[in-house]
């Protein structure tokens, strides 16, 4: 089971999550419902879940690979229904820079396995949302 823990910082927004490591993050909402910009906000949070997740995903299936990745960078971009409560995605695109002298069919291989089969947000999120993603190789 995961388990966080969110305690309140400020009397406004501005929370922190803390999970069963103690490692945390801050989430906050925007000036214009009230908070103060102190923290991601959490659709952001998404996203940057998204991201993390098909990285570690990619990461790993190139060392399996054989790849000598020396750095990755993900980009995630959204976009949300406009007018609509919740306003929930309906586009997420993650685009991938990897950097080292990589196999462009074996980074291809990768990144499609990590969006599409093995990353557990990019499957929620597609339930409502277009998932689409790209890569470039930096040598």
Do not use: W
Request: a neutral charge.
């Amino acid at each position: 089971m995961i388990k966080i823990e969110l305690n309140r910082l400020n009397d406004a927004f501005h929370m922190e999550a803390i999970n069963e490591l103690g490692k945390s993050v801050h989430i906050d909402g925007s000036p214009e419902i009230g908070g103060t910009n102190q923290g991601m906000r959490p659709m952001q949070l998404l996203l940057a879940a998204m991201g993390g997740c098909s990285s570690i995903d990619v990461i790993s299936i190139l060392k399996k690979q054989r790849q000598p990745l020396k750095d990755i960078k993900v980009t995630v971009t959204g976009e949300r229904e406009k007018d609509a409560v919740p306003s929930l995605f309906t586009e997420v695109h993650a685009h991938f820079r990897l950097y080292g002298d990589l196999d462009p069919e074996k980074v291809r291989k990768a990144v499609a396995l990590a969006v599409e089969k093995y990353c557990s947000v990019s499957k929620t999120l597609e339930y409502k949302a277009k998932i689409t993603y790209s890569f470039e190789i930096i040598a």
